[in-house]
């Protein structure tokens, strides 16, 4: 993980090893990614969900895959006060691993 402004996380579940670099907060709720349950979604791609508010991201693209679904009781209240508001991509930075294992990514303030 990185500390500071930005999220991190390695994805060993296939070779090669697959790195991804974003801002530190969700867009909906500004809610830490740190704490998010990252998956492989049912195309492949690698995605983070936000466990306040039920956001889904690609972590490759910063896409949007759902934005604050109703799917509880407390997500519901927080998607109807997010329900006029346009989804929010997430920011996400180029990351270059070498061969050494070092990893680099290039943060755009």
């Not at 697959?18 to 690698?46: I, K, L």
């Not at 691993?97 to 943060?107: C, E, H, M, P």
Request: proline share 6%; charged share 15%.
């Amino acid at each position: 993980m990185l500390t500071g402004d930005w999220f991190g996380c390695c994805i060993n579940c296939c070779q090669p090893l697959q790195v991804f670099v974003s801002d530190a907060n969700s867009t909906a709720y500004q809610y830490p990614m740190v704490d998010s349950r990252v998956f492989r979604d049912s195309s492949g791609a690698v995605a983070a969900e936000v466990p306040l508010d039920g956001s889904v991201y690609d972590l490759a693209t910063g896409a949007v895959l759902k934005w604050c679904p109703k799917d509880s009781p407390m997500r519901s209240l927080l998607g109807t006060l997010k329900s006029t508001v346009k989804a929010t991509p997430l920011q996400v930075y180029p990351v270059h691993v070498t061969q050494d294992g070092s990893i680099w990514t290039k943060l755009v303030l």
